[in-house]
């Protein structure tokens, strides 16, 4: 007797099911993805930008000089600009930033001197996915544009605060961002917020 081949394989009905199931975990999951995505580009920027504020503060207890931090447009920078540049709307320091040490003689302090003498550059953040529909946004809210730091460690003016979001409008209210303020005697904290 010759015996009966099994075939093997999955009935219609099977591949349905399994279809439909891997159907609902993805539409389940993604949502979840998007917003781990979003809150972790919140979280870089915020991050980045803390780490140059402290470099900052460090840097002028360092030198024994003043140094800053502000917003620029393009690198390498001739100034400090808060205004609205490129796709970049005013006081977003997306656009990018400098620290820069008040080294020229004669110059004036928390002002990037672009001399003759000038003032040295310590370093630059360039732009933040310049051009995408989707970036991260750090928007200074207290009109300030700059901060600087005394020689002591010690912050020159008002409170900072900083509202990092990304997408600006995708995730919805929801939505997870991170604030970065940074008080008068010059320390700085992130803390997470709602949009």
């Known amino acids: 007797m010759r015996a009966v081949p099994v075939q093997t394989g999955f009935t219609l009905i099977e591949l349905l099911v399994t279809l439909t199931i891997a159907a609902i975990l993805l539409a389940i999951g993604v949502p ?15 991050n980045s930008l803390l780490a140059a504020l402290e470099l900052a503060r460090s840097e002028a207890m360092r030198r024994g000089v003043t140094v800053s931090v502000c ?19 005013a006081a977003d320091w997306a656009a990018g930033w400098m620290i820069f040490a008040d ?4 110059g004036t302090v928390g002002v990037f001197d672009a001399g003759p003498p000038a003032d040295e550059v310590v370093t630059f953040q360039q732009q ?9 946004e750090i928007v200074e809210t207290k009109g300030v544009g700059i901060a600087t730091y005394r020689p002591d460690g010690l912050r020159v003016g008002a409170e900072l605060v900083f509202r990092v979001a990304y997408p ?8 997870s961002c991170r604030q ?3 008080n008068a ?8 917020i709602n949009c």
């Not at 979840?32 to 915020?46: E, L, P």
């Not at 600006?168 to 939505?175: L, M, N, S, W």
Request: charged residues 10%; proline residues 3%; hydrophobic residues 50%.
């Open 103 to 106: 080294t020229a003689v004669g």
């Open 32 to 46: 979840a993805f998007n917003s781990s995505i979003a809150s972790a580009r919140a979280s870089d920027g915020a």
């Open 168 to 175: 600006q409008a995708a995730q919805g209210a929801g939505q």
């Open 71 to 89: 917003r620029v447009t393009a690198v390498p920078a001739t100034a400090c600009i808060n205004a609205a540049g490129g796709s970049f709307v």
């Open 185 to 192: 005697t010059g320390q700085a904290a992130i803390a997470r």
């Open 128 to 136: 933040f996915a310049p051009g995408a529909a989707t970036r991260v």
């Open 180 to 182: 970065v303020t940074v």
